[in-house]
């Protein structure tokens, strides 16, 4: 999954360039009337409408209900593999960690990843081993803002090898992101762009 959004980061750009090719022109003449209207009317509309202006508020919208504060938690004091076991049940890869009690306070989080690093590796037990022996801690965590673009959320992931970004404001965690949902999302919003982009070479503009 890193591999293939590292390849889609370098080379996103290549069908764009793609359907450009078709509007080379014939002469040298006809090249400022071309371009011009092209730059003129699809530019506008992809800064507007194009994938690059999808944000991560988008997406939790996308996501509807679940998005909205409703995320699955556990606590510093649960055991691992309470935590564990609620992320099968659930079939997700990660929980928001709180603190006992204060479901609003974001501690951390736990991952597959830091189940299998911290408990299946180093041969501990995860019925013995609390949560927040092993979660990565609140100062260490990558989060991103409503206002943050979906493509450097990906960006994030990739380059810092994770699969789930907590969502936070200034008030503390509003939700909470996976590589799927970016890539559904960037997916989508690149399948629009093409379709605009068929829509202008067939003259729908």
């Keep these: 999954m890193q591999g293939a959004l590292r390849s889609y980061l370098s080379n996103g750009s290549i069908v764009k360039k793609a359907v450009l090719q078709h509007f080379r022109p014939l ?26 202006s999808t944000t991560i508020a988008d997406v939790l919208k996308e996501k509807g209900k679940k998005a909205d504060g409703s995320w699955l938690w556990c606590t510093t004091d649960d055991s691992v593999y309470e935590a564990v076991k609620s992320m099968t049940q659930h079939n997700v890869g990660a929980l928001v960690v709180v603190k006992p009690g204060e479901q609003e306070s974001l501690a951390g989080i736990i991952t597959e990843r830091d189940y299998l690093r911290k408990i299946i590796v180093q041969g501990r037990s995860s019925k013995s081993t609390k949560v927040g022996d092993i979660m990565t801690e609140e100062n260490k965590l990558i989060t991103v803002t409503l206002d943050t673009k979906v493509l450097r959320a990906m960006q994030l992931m990739t380059d ?9 404001d200034g008030k503390g965690m509003i939700g909470m992101v996976s590589i799927g949902d970016v890539v559904r999302a960037v997916v989508s919003e690149h399948r629009e762009e093409l379709d605009r982009l068929n829509a202008f070479i067939q003259g729908g503009y």
């Design 27 to 52: 002469t040298p003449l006809m090249q400022p009337v071309m371009f011009s209207r092209f730059e003129s009317v699809t530019s506008a509309r992809m800064e507007e409408h194009g994938f690059e």
């Design 160 to 168: 810092n090898r994770i699969r789930h970004i907590p969502v936070v």
